[in-house]
């Protein structure tokens, strides 16, 4: 691994091995010993920057949050209108084979579990929640402005509906026992019936 002279550029080095080490092999096969391997460094080296390795996980996680919650939104802003702003957006969801959203979605499911003791975790995991409910918000109530759907209730407990019809359909997806072409079938039937479009079933 290069060696950045700035203490952020070598953090940055450090999470992108963690990244990639997590999401190929989980927890047991990104030990501060396999981290140092991958990056070229020692044990000792990657201690200098993190001295706790839970503290490496939490920069990780925040830093798959943000990029998918960056990838959703420029997905959504390039799109116009609410109904295909949806349908995109739940696509994005779904952990597609070889696609930078299963990726995100291995590594965010691997971390999860340490927010229960790792308050930094936590916080990130609050943040990507928030951000993708409010995110779902806008879509629905500007597709209820437009009158282009027909809520059931509130955009709010749509948004969240949604949110977690989305979470419990990734595990299934990336275990291998759902295709991700039937989650993602079973997600717009959900959504078309919740926003009454069933526009979103089109194709």
């Known amino acids: 691994m290069a060696r950045p002279r700035n203490q952020e550029g070598r953090k940055r080095e450090l999470v992108a091995v963690a990244t990639g080490l997590l999401v190929r092999h989980g927890q047991g096969g990104a030990r501060l010993i396999d981290i140092a391997e991958a990056?070229?460094?020692t044990p000792a080296a990657v201690s200098y920057y993190y001295p706790d390795l839970s503290d490496l996980y939490a920069d990780t996680y925040a830093s798959a949050v943000e990029q998918y919650?960056?990838?959703?939104r420029e997905r959504v802003q390039s799109i116009s209108e609410?109904?295909?702003?949806?349908?995109?957006c739940l696509a994005l969801g779904v952990p597609q084979e070889?696609?930078?959203s299963r990726a995100a979605t291995v590594l965010l499911i691997e971390?999860?579990?340490?927010?229960?003791?790792q308050e930094r975790i936590a916080a990130s995991g609050r943040r990507f929640e928030t951000e993708q409910l409010d995110l779902f918000q806008e879509i629905?109530?500007?597709g209820s402005r437009a009158r282009v759907m027909e809520l059931s209730m509130s955009s709010r407990d749509i948004a969240r509906a949604l949110l977690a019809?989305?979470?419990?359909i990734a595990i299934p997806v990336v275990a291998g026992r759902l295709d991700?072409?039937?989650a993602l079938r079973v997600t717009l039937r959900t959504a078309a019936s919740l926003t009454g479009t069933p526009a979103l079933l089109a194709g």
Do not use: N, Y
């Open 82 to 88: 609410p109904v295909e702003q949806l349908s995109q």
């Open 180 to 182: 991700p072409a039937e």
């Open 69 to 72: 919650l960056v990838r959703r």
């Open 98 to 100: 070889h696609s930078s």
């Open 165 to 168: 019809v989305e979470d419990g």
């Open 111 to 117: 971390l999860s579990a340490l927010a229960i003791r």
């Open 140 to 142: 629905l109530d500007a």
């Open 39 to 41: 990056a070229g460094v």
